[in-house]
């Protein structure tokens, strides 16, 4: 069992794949440290020995991942909200950032539909 940053590999998968259970890497930062671990990226987490996993986890000290980066991101977000930039704004508001259309879609930042009132018609 590979335990690196206090995230448990998937022991079935290839090394490069499961390093992406950390968060922060993705799969070619996942090769990248496989090879420069001088780790066989091919093979299977169950298969690694402890002096692999010394070197992976050596590795994966270089970069920023995990709580670090979790941290950076949220602190990214709150700078921009404080200085009511228009990304901050967005984020205040709960609709998304990156120029996504609003008007038929972002129903995962929006939420779901609010019911609106409506008026009642006077009959004749």
Same mark, same amino acid.
Do not use: F
């Given at each position: 069992? =590979?335990?690196?940053?206090?995230?448990?590999?998937?022991?079935?998968?290839?090394?490069?794949? &499961?390093? +992406? =259970?950390?968060?922060?890497?993705?799969?070619?930062?996942?090769? +990248?440290?496989?090879?420069?671990?001088?780790?066989?990226?091919? =093979?299977?987490?169950? *298969?690694?020995?402890? =002096?692999?996993? $010394?070197?992976?986890?050596?590795?994966?000290?270089?970069?920023?991942?995990? &709580? *670090?980066?979790?941290? %950076?991101?949220?602190?990214?977000?709150?700078?921009?909200?404080?200085? %009511?930039?228009?990304?901050?704004?967005?984020?205040?508001?709960?609709?998304?950032?990156?120029?996504?259309?609003? %008007?038929?879609? $972002?129903? +995962?930042?929006?939420?779901? &539909?609010?019911?609106?009132?409506?008026?009642?018609?006077? &009959?004749?």
């Amino acid at each position: 069992m =590979a335990r690196i940053k206090n995230i448990e590999l998937p022991s079935e998968k290839q090394i490069w794949i &499961g390093l +992406t =259970a950390i968060y922060g890497i993705g799969k070619s930062l996942g090769k +990248t440290i496989c090879l420069n671990a001088s780790v066989n990226p091919e =093979a299977k987490v169950k *298969d690694l020995t402890d =002096a692999e996993i $010394a070197r992976l986890r050596k590795e994966v000290e270089n970069h920023v991942v995990e &709580g *670090d980066l979790r941290r %950076n991101v949220q602190m990214s977000i709150k700078n921009k909200m404080e200085i %009511n930039s228009y990304q901050g704004v967005r984020h205040k508001k709960g609709l998304p950032v990156r120029g996504q259309r609003t %008007n038929r879609n $972002a129903h +995962t930042r929006k939420g779901r &539909g609010k019911v609106v009132a409506n008026k009642k018609k006077v &009959g004749k």
